[in-house]
């Protein structure tokens, strides 16, 4: 019996699981780990003796998503921003040079690899296969399939199926919240050596907050299908986008098998989400577009995503889900 584990698993997918020779289809069984959701790394956070409140839980994950190596360096007493500090922008922090110590690690060639995420880290909507060749200077055949392939099992990139929109339009998303974060934040190093304590409340910061929260909801689709109730309807779910009619972008879709369309608008707030007209406008636009596009083929249920729900108003009708943080932290079904 031979186990073979590690974190080169671009190597592990080449010479092994796709090895044409010898080893071809000789594999009996692939455990896939992942990493740890928002339960387990508060749970894990707490039995080091870390105390943070889940706001604070979920902005850790934004940098460091749910990998224990990372976690492992926080360290009790100090607070979150502190911890941050610590570990990424003080003189020599703990953890120096860890982009490339990843990379170098996951793929021989890494560098081909880091010019991919580093242009997909400037886009929010994501690139197709050609762009990403061409902003690349690279050939769109099986090399890059291969590399594009590794990194989504790699769980650094995601590919996103729209909605209305044929294969070949599909875009690659960066996924990976150490690698959005690096590009955000640790590429242009501040010399501040207590950055993320002072820079709490900038616009940079926020920005951010607001697009790496939909990517813990991205990672935590399961627990948002559990909230809605519908654990065992079989669905896709994506990112939508369109430029027609307006334009229009929905941060969530859940597409169900049993005729209804959650279309999900995610905020990451301090306190409750209040639904103004002008949201509640957007929204509508939103609902609209969509109609247009998919031919009213199923129903679309709004639904709001966001910390800690929604504050008392009275366009909160418009809204049939509501959704917050201690939903994402439910125990995996």
Request: glycine letters at 6%; proline letters at 1%.
């Amino acid at each position: 019996m031979l186990v073979v584990c590690g974190s080169a698993t671009a190597w592990i997918m080449d010479k092994l699981l796709g090895d044409k020779g010898g080893l071809f289809n000789r594999d009996t069984e692939r455990i896939y780990l992942e990493q740890f959701t928002l339960k387990e790394t508060e749970s894990y956070l707490q039995s080091n003796g870390i105390s943070l409140s889940r706001h604070e839980v979920v902005e850790c994950y934004m940098i460091m998503g749910g990998v224990p190596y990372y976690l492992s360096k926080m360290r009790k007493g100090m607070s979150l921003s502190q911890n941050i500090d610590n570990i990424f922008f003080k003189k020599n922090p703990l953890l120096k040079n860890e982009f490339e110590h990843l990379y170098n690690a996951l793929f021989s060639t890494s560098e081909t690899y880091i010019k991919i995420v580093e242009e997909l880290s400037k886009t929010t909507i994501g690139l197709t296969r050609e762009e990403i060749a061409a902003k690349i200077s690279i050939s769109s055949g099986g090399n890059l399939s291969r590399m594009l392939d590794n990194m989504i099992n790699s769980d650094l990139i995601r590919l996103d199926s729209y909605y209305g929109h044929v294969k070949k339009d599909a875009v690659y998303q960066l996924s990976d919240f150490f690698t959005i974060f690096h590009f955000k934040y640790l590429k242009q190093h501040s010399t501040d050596e207590n950055y993320w304590c002072n820079h709490q409340d900038s616009s940079t910061h926020s920005a951010w907050t607001g697009l790496a929260f939909e990517q813990v909801c991205f990672a935590h689709i399961r627990q948002i299908k559990a909230k809605l109730g519908i654990t065992g309807v079989a669905s896709e779910y994506y990112a939508w986008r369109n430029n027609v009619n307006g334009g229009a972008q929905i941060d969530l879709i859940i597409d169900r098998n049993d005729n209804i369309i959650n279309l999900c608008e995610i905020k990451f707030w301090k306190k409750e989400f209040t639904l103004t007209q002008a949201i509640s406008k957007n929204i509508e636009n939103k609902i609209e577009i969509f109609g247009k596009v998919s031919k009213g083929r199923k129903t679309v249920h709004p639904v709001m995503i966001t910390t800690y729900g929604l504050a008392k108003s009275k366009y909160n009708d418009l809204i049939q889900n509501s959704i917050t943080l201690d939903d994402l932290f439910r125990e995996n079904s």
